[in-house]
């Protein structure tokens, strides 16, 4: 399948899935993170789940795993991170996304980790996204000892998802049913 096609099918295999199935989901997702990787007190870059979308629920990790959390801007250059100190600092966009509106700014090379989103991803760490490149751009730049993590609700694609020279690769992806290494 082509990266257009895969984002529909994940789309509407989200969509399938009602309120209580994606709270479950998102509690063994984030069981699977807090069982498998040690990043206490590392400076982790995640995003703000978008309900319309249906996203795995990020809040379980910053609310509840200790580790600094910074949350991405969209700006039109690219992706920036302001660290999370509180609900207070947030704000819905016009997009519809919580965004912070104050707090420290800092660049891809503070991150020890990253947790991305996707809606889709294969066996080799490759991903697919909502297609408008700003992770890719944000993931290039990061240290080279940094994380990136992706987090699903459903497993790998059997086949190999097209890629392009820009498109980065996924270190780990955590599934309801496993954690996926990719070397």
Same mark, same amino acid.
């Given at each position: 399948?082509? !990266?257009?096609?895969?984002? $529909?099918?994940?789309? =509407? &295999?989200? @969509? ?63 992706? !920036?991170?302001?660290?999370? $100190?509180?609900?207070? =600092? &947030?704000? @819905? ?68 998802? $097209? ?21």
């Amino acid at each position: 399948m082509m !990266k257009a096609e895969l984002r $529909e099918k994940y789309k =509407q &295999l989200r @969509k399938a899935l009602n309120n209580t199935e994606r709270a479950e989901l998102s509690e063994k997702i984030y069981q699977h993170f807090v069982s498998h990787f040690d990043f206490t007190h590392d400076d982790i870059s995640i995003f703000i789940p978008i309900d319309r979308f249906q996203e795995v629920n990020t809040w379980l990790f910053i609310k509840e795993y200790p580790a600094r959390f910074y949350l991405p801007i969209v700006k039109p250059e690219g992706l !920036k991170h302001v660290q999370y $100190e509180s609900m207070e =600092q &947030l704000k @819905k966009t016009s997009w519809g996304i919580l965004e912070p509106q104050y707090g420290l700014e800092v660049n891809e090379e503070k991150f020890d980790v990253v947790i991305v989103p996707l809606l889709a991803f294969d066996k080799a760490g490759n991903r697919v996204g909502y297609g408008k490149g700003f992770y890719d751009g944000f993931l290039k730049n990061c240290v080279p000892n940094c994380k990136f993590i992706g987090v699903s609700y459903f497993p790998p694609e059997e086949n190999l998802i $097209e890629t392009i020279p820009t498109d980065i690769r996924l270190h780990y992806c955590i599934t309801p049913d496993k954690v996926y290494h990719f070397k």
